[in-house]
């Protein structure tokens, strides 16, 4: 008994999955608790829904669960196992490395049944789908606030700017590059710097726009095979404040990082 299988490595698309948690048949009204937690992101990477009916709807998961890194099931007499869905998402961020779900069932209310157990984890594999542009350099910035906690409950802007002046670890001057920006509502940010951006020297800027939970943020870097990653970790009381990766040498299809003393380390905050 347990879950029915240990691990699933799926490509990443905008599919729904689901698992079961098998009891046998239990006698009397039985709750079953499931801890998430892993590298995927709640709806940045992955959302978890309740039930696919039979028009292929799905209805989300409502109340203090969808925010949580737990998930509880009541299976009523006569049940024999809890089912468990969830929603990939196919977002269109470059990922260079797997991602993964784990599920692990962490208390049953029926002791005879928590005791019979086996297989109490289940693992979900993401293998990502996107591939970095040739011509161009993609930035791809993603976040965690926690296991289980949405990402819609941090909030992050990425802008690209030029002519940035540091004094003292400070930035006193900024312009922006009005074409290259990101300001999504929900889930991660993303750009590219293309042909129609001129060659230049750029920074990447950051800003915690609103949120009350610690991030660990990163920004990856990425044309044809090559890829480069930046984590950092943004506390919540810097919501408000910019945050500064560079600089970044354009020069036709070719970017390059310049190491410039009065920038060090990469990270400026403002």
């Known amino acids: ?35 998430i937690y892993g590298t995927a992101a709640l709806d940045g990477d992955y959302s978890m829904v309740t039930q696919q009916d039979t028009s292929t709807n799905i209805v989300p998961v409502t109340g203090s669960s969808s925010a949580s890194s737990q998930q509880v099931f009541v299976v009523p007499a006569g049940g024999s196992y ?4 969830f929603r990939i998402k196919d977002d269109p961020y470059v990922e260079p490395r797997a991602e993964n779900i784990l599920f692990r069932i962490s208390a049953i209310s029926n002791e005879s049944i928590e005791a019979s157990l086996q297989n109490f984890e289940y693992q979900f594999i993401i293998t990502d789908n996107d591939t970095p542009p040739s011509d ?29 002046v540091v004094s003292n670890g400070q930035v006193t001057n900024k312009d922006f590059v009005d074409q290259v920006t990101s300001k999504n509502t929900t ?20 800003r915690y726009v609103s949120g ?26 810097s919501v408000g404040k910019d ?10 299809t070719t970017f390059s990082r310049v ?11 403002d």
């Open 259 to 269: 190491a410039e003393e009065e920038v060090a380390p990469d990270w400026i905050i």
């Open 136 to 164: 161009a350099l993609r930035v791809d910035l993603s976040w965690r606030l926690g296991d289980g906690i949405s990402v819609t409950n941090g909030d992050f802007d990425m802008y690209l700017v030029k002519n940035v």
């Open 1 to 35: 008994m347990g879950f029915e299988t240990d691990v699933v490595r799926k490509t990443e698309s905008d599919s729904v999955y689901s698992v079961k948690i098998l009891l046998g048949k239990v006698t009397t009204s039985t709750t079953v608790t499931i801890d």
């Open 187 to 206: 889930g991660f940010e993303s750009f590219n710097l293309d042909s129609s951006v001129p060659d230049d020297k750029y920074y990447i800027m950051i």
């Open 82 to 85: 809890a089912e468990l869905f």
């Open 212 to 237: 009350t939970y610690d991030a660990d943020t990163e920004l990856i870097l990425s044309k044809s095979s090559s890829y480069s990653r930046v984590t950092a970790h943004i506390a919540s009381t």
């Open 243 to 252: 945050f500064y990766f560079g600089p970044i040498t354009k020069s036709g």
